[in-house]
């Protein structure tokens, strides 16, 4: 197992992701608890040190299943991470009854990675809103030991990380993010790398497969990568391409002991990208993409829309959601914003499409997306 370095501590650079867990088949709340002991123990035995649930996570059972699979071993033996709900804003005012009731739910009496969950769009003022005292409550958490270690996890764009950090920076010790090959440049992770970078703040890795999109590719794209690397399967090659860029930490949601004992596996070399191997996966990540609408954000639609919409920051939402075939980033984004700045409000005049250099059917595209947010 490849090992990372963290404030004197050695962290397995695989970690065990609980919100994909085995499940009988009876709904996601539904988790096969044999089935995740027996992966929790193969985890163990083959040197994977760090486990992260949260929550909400399969309906709010994910705590107590992994909390359950994990008191067999030493409290010392792994460390164990989850996060405050601040993905439903309803729960704002409750840090401290949910901080207590996650020690319960887990058995444990302190956490040793405890993260602020999805700052976004959505929550950003909420989390900095000195009246819920969520800041306050966790980092005096922290100096009692029950909290080792506080971070954070974000969905939301670069500008709401700098806002969530230029209030919180001094105590935030990891930040995680979405990160994989495709996220790049498609959601700007490279920038959300280098501003954790600039802030001194190792970076943790969420969705390094993207949900298992990146698990299995296109015939010809196979090829091209068996052609490079023949006994490298296809998703090791997104957790090469994470090896390449100095994360601390890559978290894998693992659904089967097949998933768990590829992954570890792959963990057991650091064996980071050529410039060359860099180069043709980023092509196929461009031919991925290759659906989504080539809007450069140049702006000119915005000051010819009679709404007054920010059209280049929709169609960016509308290519996450068509890429993602649905998800919670568009509409988390979008529940931020006026009803009257959403994409309904688009009356069809076509006035942006005039003056767009790529020619994008704009109107077409906010129709689209009304019709697949329902």
């Given at each position: ?27 996601d ?10 992966m ?5 035995e ?7 649930t949260?929550w909400g996570?399969?309906?709010g ?12 071993y ?16 309803a ?5 401290e ?5 996650q ?24 989390y ?17 030991g ?17 806002r969530f950090?230029?209030a ?15 996220d ?5 992770a490279k920038?959300k ?22 698990a299995?590719?296109a015939?010809e ?17 997104a ?25 570890i596996?792959?963990f057991e070399?650091?064996?980071?990208l ?24 140049c ?24 890429f993602?075939e ?5 509409p ?16 069809g ?13 704009i ?12």
């Amino acid at each position: 197992m490849v090992y990372r370095d963290f404030q004197g501590l050695r962290l397995s650079a695989l970690g065990l992701g609980a919100m994909r867990l085995p499940v009988k088949g009876g709904g996601d709340a539904d988790i096969d608890e044999a089935a995740v002991g027996d992966m929790v123990a193969c985890a163990m035995e083959h040197g994977v040190n760090y486990y992260d649930t949260a929550w909400g996570y399969h309906n709010g059972n994910s705590e107590i299943v992994m909390g359950k699979a994990l008191a067999k071993y030493p409290r010392d033996s792994f460390y164990l991470a989850t996060k405050f709900p601040g993905y439903d804003l309803a729960n704002m005012p409750k840090v401290e009854e949910i901080f207590e009731k996650q020690l319960e739910k887990c058995g444990v009496d302190y956490f040793d990675f405890y993260l602020f969950h999805n700052v976004c769009e959505m929550n950003i003022d909420a989390y900095l809103d000195e009246r819920y005292g969520i800041f306050e409550y966790l980092t005096e958490q922290k100096k009692k030991g029950r909290i080792k270690h506080l971070g954070f996890s974000a969905h939301g764009s670069c500008e709401v990380m700098e806002r969530f950090l230029e209030a919180y920076k001094t105590e935030m010790e990891f930040g995680q993010i979405q990160l994989n090959y495709i996220d790049w440049s498609f959601q700007d992770a490279k920038a959300k790398v280098e501003l954790l970078n600039s802030c001194g703040i190792p970076v943790w890795v969420m969705e390094p497969l993207r949900g298992g999109r990146l698990a299995k590719l296109a015939k010809e794209d196979e090829e091209k990568l068996k052609a490079l690397r023949p006994n490298e399967g296809i998703p090791a090659w997104a957790f090469r391409f994470l090896q390449s860029k100095g994360v601390t930490m890559i978290l894998s949601g693992m659904s089967n002991m097949e998933q768990l004992k590829d992954n570890i596996m792959t963990f057991e070399t650091d064996s980071p990208l050529s410039e060359g191997e860099m180069e043709t996966l980023f092509s196929i990540a461009d031919g991925m993409l290759n659906r989504t609408l080539p809007c450069t954000s140049c702006r000119y639609c915005v000051s010819h829309c009679p709404k007054g919409l920010d059209i280049p920051r929709l169609l960016e939402l509308y290519n996450e959601h068509q890429f993602t075939e649905g998800g919670f980033i568009a509409p988390m984004a979008l529940a931020a914003l006026p009803r009257e700045k959403q994409p309904l409000s688009c009356v069809g005049c076509r006035s942006c499409e005039a003056v767009c250099p790529q020619q994008i059917k704009i109107s077409e595209a906010m129709a689209d997306f009304c019709a697949r947010l329902g």
